[in-house]
């Protein structure tokens, strides 16, 4: 079950990730930025905190291919309210879903339905925020520089981030650009963004790829709908 938590967070563009104390080495800190920095230059790279604390409700979904199959993963998110819904379909059928609501939640797959722990829930309800990296000090999370890199030929800031849980991940933001450009950790592998777009004022990576030991090629999702300030109907937390 633990595994497949951070699969979904993979699947739903999330930032806390699991990994071993001591595993990555890293080269000389870049020293001249600091993690605050690094993370401001990304908040404003995608549209500034003030737009971004706009958002109030959150609609994503993409899509995917495995095995010739169709895949559409949403995750419907309600910052004011702390619900969080995600769902995995294939050919039409609900094969997952998650939902968090304030301070309940439950998992279902393959017919079987379980009730989040207190320590899954308090990880998952860091995906109810659209872009939780605006909050990192607030939720209590410690920081610290890494190396600089290159993801994909471009310069990048690496960012060492754990949660109050002591989920830790490897995070790459763009020197140039400011926008994340991967992160990475021992069970939800490799998540990479790509094509940053503007959407009512806010830039989403219409492109996410995920490399995990779980699945048997990288997984490369679409996004396909974007629905912002949209009433929610209750019955999605359900």
Same mark, same amino acid.
């Given at each position: ?14 930032? *806390? ?7 990555? /080495?890293?080269?000389?800190?870049? =020293? ?20 971004? *604390? ?26 004011? +309210?702390?619900? $969080? ?13 998650? %939902?968090? +609501?304030? +301070?309940? /939640? ?37 920081? *610290? ?10 310069? =990048? ?48 990576? $219409? ?9 048997? %090629? ?10 912002? +300030?949209?009433?929610?109907?209750? *019955?999605?937390?359900?």
């Amino acid at each position: 079950m633990k595994k497949f938590i951070f699969l979904v967070f993979a699947v739903g563009m999330l930032v *806390s990730t699991v990994s071993v104390a001591g595993l990555y /080495g890293d080269k000389k800190p870049l =020293a001249e930025k600091t993690p605050k920095e690094v993370l401001d230059a990304y908040v404003k790279a995608i549209g500034g905190a003030e737009k971004i *604390s706009e958002i109030k409700t959150l609609v994503l979904v993409m899509e995917a291919e495995v095995q010739g199959m169709a895949v559409e993963m949403s995750t419907v998110r309600d910052m004011e +309210n702390l619900r $969080m819904m995600q769902q995995v379909v294939m050919d039409g059928n609900v094969v997952q879903k998650t %939902v968090v +609501n304030n +301070n309940e /939640g439950y998992m279902s797959a393959m017919g079987q339905v379980q009730a989040l722990s207190a320590d899954q829930l308090e990880t998952l309800k860091t995906n109810i925020y659209a872009f939780p990296e605006l909050y990192y000090e607030e939720m209590g999370f410690t920081m *610290s520089m890494g190396e600089t890199t290159e993801i994909d030929g471009e310069p =990048a800031y690496t960012l060492h981030v754990t949660s109050t849980e002591g989920l830790k991940s490897k995070e790459y933001f763009s020197i140039e650009s400011g926008y994340k450009l991967k992160m990475t950790a021992e069970i939800a592998g490799d998540v990479e963004f790509r094509d940053y777009q503007e959407i009512e004022g806010v830039k989403f990576p $219409m492109k996410v790829s995920i490399s995990n030991a779980v699945l048997p %090629v990288p997984l490369e999702t679409r996004l396909i709908d974007i629905q912002i +300030n949209q009433e929610l109907d209750d *019955s999605l937390f359900e």
